[in-house]
Nanobody, 124 residues
């Protein structure tokens, strides 16, 4: 089992920045690929960005490229999401996910472990 706890969400004005953190416990963190998903009200949960076990490869959806950056610190068992130039359409609950495969897949069902989510609200 892997336990994931997100933090760092909040309310920010459009154009602002937030940094989300996800702390993992329970298993060897470096054995897991990590991802961030988000779910806006009335919408499906969608893949935002993923990172491989070593951090050597990252994958972003087009709408966040150049604005969001994922990183991980395997020594601290944590993954981060730096979000800059935030837009109202980024408003959602953001979830951290983990899986022991080293493939970063965009489907929700490909990820075995999930955090409880953290709310990000971007006002216009």
């Amino acid at each position: 089992q892997v336990q994931l706890v997100e933090s760092g969400g909040g309310l920010v004005q459009a154009g602002g920045s937030l940094r989300l953190s996800c702390a993992a416990s329970g298993r060897t963190f470096s054995n897991y690929a990590m991802a961030w998903f988000r779910q806006a009200p009335g919408k499906e949960r969608e893949f935002v960005v993923g990172i491989t076990r070593s951090g050597g490869s990252t994958y972003y959806i087009d709408s966040v490229k150049g604005r969001f950056t994922i990183s991980r610190d395997n020594a601290k068992n944590s993954v981060y999401l730096q979000m800059n130039s935030l837009k109202p359409e980024d408003t959602a609950v953001y979830y951290c996910a983990a899986d022991s495969t080293n493939y970063v897949l965009r489907s929700r069902g490909s990820w075995s472990y999930w955090g409880q989510g953290t709310q990000v609200t971007v006002s216009s």
